[in-house]
């Protein structure tokens, strides 16, 4: 049983997938947590703030579903009805990611089940086994009633399939799961046969007979199989995705001109992005630094959405107008801080900014998460006027950015699956953590003002002259011959220590390290040498342009060259006079070759040198602590970003031709001061 129709009838008109026009600006709406009463003031509010999209209906399923099959929209359609005449677009969420407490007690193999054999209860959000038949069923028919009722409403713009996948309960180990991944090996490896091979189970003695003894890798005496490990994460990042396109090939079947989305959560290890990404109309994800992010950290994981689908522009989904209340301490926002990070978001590429939530909550365990209309509900609260004032800007620059791109032809390469094999443990160290070392190389080139893009073994790498690719530990099938293709064709290349170890199995590769890279890098690794905290060494380079002496820690290894010229070389130890830093002449480009982790400032150096072999220039020269970035439009304009992410006024000097300050439109040349934490957008003027 559902409640009648909305009122709101005419037809949604077609618009371009994922790419919506204009700068989306927003916030998530949770008007069920208050009374009706208020909901033309906050119409009002957001007016007023130059919102035109909100997030709602995200937690709303015991609401819309309150007994099995008995559903109520009524209040959901006056709220699709407001919004559309107030011209607010709706992102409308699905509201799968949190189960009712009856569906739970109707089905308890919803529930989901910890490594250590714990099952989870209800009570909070994302309680439910993505492998759950009832849960997927239950899903699927609310997800066609929704899109049945308002598939021609005004308001809708956007699908927000259910909410930050994985965030809480990234994998389950119950008996659904346990069913569900023998399917998904019989599929992947064929026989028994071929899956005891590649997962080593010769080793204590752990060879399966039947396919029903294969469990998840739940609570063990000593560490279950790495390979196990592997295929498990593979496996969960794979259910949950399928979980989403249980709800997408529905909305797409019934509203295909209305782009589906859902949001992912920055640099989030249990989910393959890359394997998600094709299956999004649009990037979106949850923007939430900590005060001590640093600002390149934050460009790198904008530069890692942006790049998931090819530059398309991204949409920062969720991020906080002041403090969040989740970490152990959550201080204000300072002035200014606002606007720097949503403007960031615009720079590195995003066509959207929107906050977590519009008006602050009275219960719940969010209840002192910032919002745009805190308690007090007063549009003269600072944080509203910042809001208000971010809001009038995005409106002045949404004509001129809308749909612009960032172009790159530096690239970082990152892959998910290397992420988890090279973090299991034990290993050769637990200091190796994959997401700080690809920062610690991205931040050069940040720092430098070099356009990045993240890309990943099967990306098209065409366009790039520089690649970096740090810590390649896992090898998939073909990565080294592209490679060699990337540096033959006259890429530059730089790979660092502990690569081309394992296959796409975690099985050693046999015959010397680095395996498949040895021709290509011209080197062979007799012995790596994981270091404790306490040990470092020193890189020294005698001629050059990178001539000095230069700290390194982490790691240290024992090279023998195999065509490879030495560059640098570690000055202490067993191995002192042994090479440290090696490139390759390998067709027409270069492949260099770190065997340890060296200071920043090094790596600065280093990374600046190779640019300028790659023919790669900054977009701007700036000082210390200034990002610049460049968005270009379809028809050739550019679009220059300029952040003072410091607390110091700082001055620069623009190149010579002409400029003009957006949105204000003034002439600008010559030298430019930046007011601390402050931001100018400039556009070229031909």
């Known amino acids: ?61 015991a609401l819309l579903e309150p007994a099995l099959d008995h559903y109520d929209f009524s209040q959901l359609d006056r709220l699709m009805d407001l919004l559309a005449e107030h011209g607010i677009a709706a992102d409308l969420g699905t509201a799968t990611a949190a189960p009712p407490p009856w569906m739970c007690r109707e089905y308890p193999d919803i529930l989901p089940v910890t490594r250590e054999g714990l099952r989870l209860s209800y009570g909070s959000r994302q309680h439910f086994c993505p492998n759950s038949k009832n849960y997927r069923r239950e899903a699927a028919e609310l997800v066609r009633q929704l899109a049945l009722r308002y598939r021609r409403h005004p308001a809708l713009r956007l699908w927000h399939v259910n909410n930050e996948y994985g965030c809480h ?88 001109h209305v782009p589906v989305t859902t949001n992912f959560m920055a640099a989030f290890k249990p989910l393959d992005y890359f394997a998600w990404a094709p299956h999004l109309d649009v990037i979106a994800f949850d923007n939430y630094p900590a005060r001590s992010t640093p600002p390149s950290e934050i460009a790198f994981v904008h530069d890692l959405m942006r790049s998931l689908r090819n530059g398309q522009p991204h949409l920062v989904m969720e991020q906080a107008p002041g403090p969040v209340n989740w970490r152990p301490q959550n201080p204000q926002r300072r002035p200014g801080e606002l606007r720097l990070q949503s403007l960031q978001a615009l720079a590195r590429g995003a066509d959207g900014v929107m906050y977590f939530q519009w008006r602050q909550s009275r219960a719940g365990a969010e ?36 749909g612009s791109r960032v172009p790159a032809q530096a690239a970082l390469l990152m892959d998910w699956e290397n992420w988890w094999a090279v973090e299991y443990q034990p290993g050769p160290s637990d200091r190796l953590h994959y997401w700080d070392l690809l920062h610690a190389y991205y931040q050069p080139l940040y720092s430098l003002n070099v356009p990045v893009a993240v890309v990943s073994p099967d990306s098209n790498w065409q366009g790039y002259r520089l690649l970096v690719a740090p810590l390649l530990y896992l090898l998939r099938p073909g990565l080294a011959q592209k490679l060699e293709h990337f540096v033959a064709a006259g890429g530059t290349l730089l790979i660092t220590f502990f690569s081309g170890i394992v296959d796409a199995y975690d099985r050693v590769v046999t015959g010397g390290y680095p395996a498949e890279l040895r021709r290509l890098l011209g080197l062979r690794v007799s012995e790596f040498d994981p270091w404790s905290e306490e040990m470092s060494n020193t890189l020294v380079i005698e001629e050059g342009a990178l001539q000095g002496r230069y700290a390194c820690s982490l790691w240290g290894e024992v090279l023998e060259l195999e065509g490879a010229q030495a560059l640098g070389r570690f000055a202490s130890d067993y191995y002192a006079g042994s090479p440290a830093l090696t490139v390759h002449h390998f067709g027409q480009g270069r492949a260099y070759y770190l065997a340890t982790q060296p200071e920043a400032p090094f790596l600065r150096r280093l990374l600046q040198q190779l640019c300028q072999e790659a023919g790669l220039a900054p977009v701007l020269e700036a000082p210390a602590g200034v990002e610049i970035s460049r968005r270009v439009a379809a028809d050739g304009r550019s679009f220059y970003f300029l952040l003072n992410h410091t607390r110091q006024e700082v001055t620069l000097s623009l190149p010579a031709g002409h400029f003009r300050r957006l949105p204000e439109g003034e002439i600008a040349s010559g030298q430019q001061r930046l007011a601390p934490l402050s931001v100018l957008v400039l556009q070229e003027r031909n």
Not at 23 to 42: H, I, M
Not at 371 to 396: M, N, T, W, Y
Request: net charge negative; aromatic share 12%; hydrophobic share 40%.
């Open 367 to 402: 209840k002192f998460h910032s919002a745009v209309v805190s308690h007090d509900g007063s549009e003269q609260a600072r944080v509203f006027r910042e809001v208000e004032e971010i809001g009038a800007e995005l409106k002045q620059l949404a004509p001129l950015i809308a």
């Open 1 to 61: 049983m559902s409640s009648p129709m909305p009122s709101a009838t005419s037809q949604q008109p077609e618009r371009p997938t994922a790419l919506f026009g204009t700068l989306l600006y927003g916030a998530d709406y949770n008007p069920e947590q208050w009374p009706e009463s208020l909901w033309q003031e906050d119409m009002r509010l957001m007016k007023l703030a130059g919102l035109n999209m909100v997030s709602i209906n995200i937690f709303s399923w």
């Open 169 to 256: 309960v990234p994998a389950c180990y119950c008996d659904n799961c346990a069913v569900a991944f023998r399917s998904w090996l019989q599929q992947r490896y064929g026989s028994l046969e071929t899956l005891n091979e590649v997962w080593g189970t010769a080793f204590w003695g752990q060879r399966y007979g039947h396919w029903e003894e294969i469990i998840p890798p739940r609570l063990t005496p000593a560490q279950p199989s790495p390979g196990l490990c592997l295929d498990y994460q593979r496996f969960m990042s794979s259910s949950l995705l399928e979980c989403f396109l249980n709800e997408a090939r529905i909305l797409r079947e019934i509203t295909p």
